[in-house]
T-cell receptor, first 113, second 110 residues
Framework: NAGVMQNPRHLVRRRGQEARLRCSPMKGHSHVYWYRQLPEEGLKFMVYLQKENIIDESGMPKERFSAEFPKEGPSILRIQQVVRGDSAAYFC???????????FGDGTRLSIL | GEDVEQSLFLSVREGDSSVINCTYTDSSSTYLYWYKQEPGAGLQLLTYIFSNMDMKQDQRLTVLLNKKDKHLSLRIADTQTGDSAIYFCAESINDYKLSFGAGTTVTVRA
């Protein structure tokens, strides 16, 4: 089943460390989206990327967060100097183009000690 | 604004129908979606409806869309224990930015 693959499934970091979350889209999908889910809440849009381009990062915090989707390899969501408030589930989705339904991975659950 | 609202909880008896309701805000949304999330898992795309449709049926699932009232509903016929999950309604902003409700937790009791 070549679905959206995210790793790691669980990630524990101490305050001040860096977190790197990876996402490999479904085969044939070149559009990737990242969402964040805080406890007891729905998902909030963070960023939309195509290969080598950030299309919309309006949902990304201005500091410490960055995302990329290189020509080769997975999309990476990077959080520098993590704080307790970054604890959440981070989901990646992909689609063949911006108009098609998005398919989600199982998420990375980030815990900050 | 981007504000999708849905009731938080629904309890239903096995074999009965479940109806989950949702209101959305962006009248220009092209598609509206229903996703299912089981504990510890990601979101599974259940079904979606194009904004120029009123109804879509897919096996046990029926989606109704009232564009005038910006109301979307999901009916699950013959609800089973495996249907226990959180169901998210979502609208698409600018075609790609999904705006989700807080989710409806459906509990199926024997």
């Amino acid at each position: 089943n070549a679905g959206v693959m995210q790793n790691p499934r669980h990630l524990v970091r101490r305050r001040g460390q860096e977190a790197r979350l990876r996402c490999s889209p479904m085969k044939g999908h070149s559009h990737v989206y990242w969402y964040r889910q805080l406890p007891e809440e729905g998902l909030k849009f963070m960023v939309y990327l195509q290969k080598e381009n950030i299309i919309d990062e309006s949902g990304m915090p201005k500091e410490r967060f960055s995302a990329e989707f290189p020509k080769e390899g997975p999309s990476i969501l990077r959080i520098q100097q993590v704080v307790r408030g970054d604890s959440a589930a981070y989901f990646c989705a992909s689609s063949p183009d911006r108009y098609q339904p998005q398919h989600f991975g199982d998420g990375t659950r980030l815990s900050i000690l | 604004g981007e504000d999708v609202e849905q009731s938080l909880f629904l309890s239903v008896r096995e074999g009965d129908s479940s109806v989950i309701n949702c209101t959305y805000t962006d009248s220009s949304s092209t598609y509206l979606y229903w996703y299912k999330q089981e504990p510890g898992a990601g979101l599974q795309l259940l079904t979606y409806i194009f904004s120029n449709m009123d109804m879509k049926q897919d096996q046990r699932l029926t989606v109704l869309l009232n564009k005038k009232d910006k109301h979307l509903s999901l009916r699950i016929a013959d609800t089973q224990t495996g249907d226990s999950a959180i169901y998210f309604c979502a609208e698409s902003i600018n075609d790609y930015k999904l705006s989700f409700g807080a989710g409806t937790t459906v509990t199926v009791r024997a």
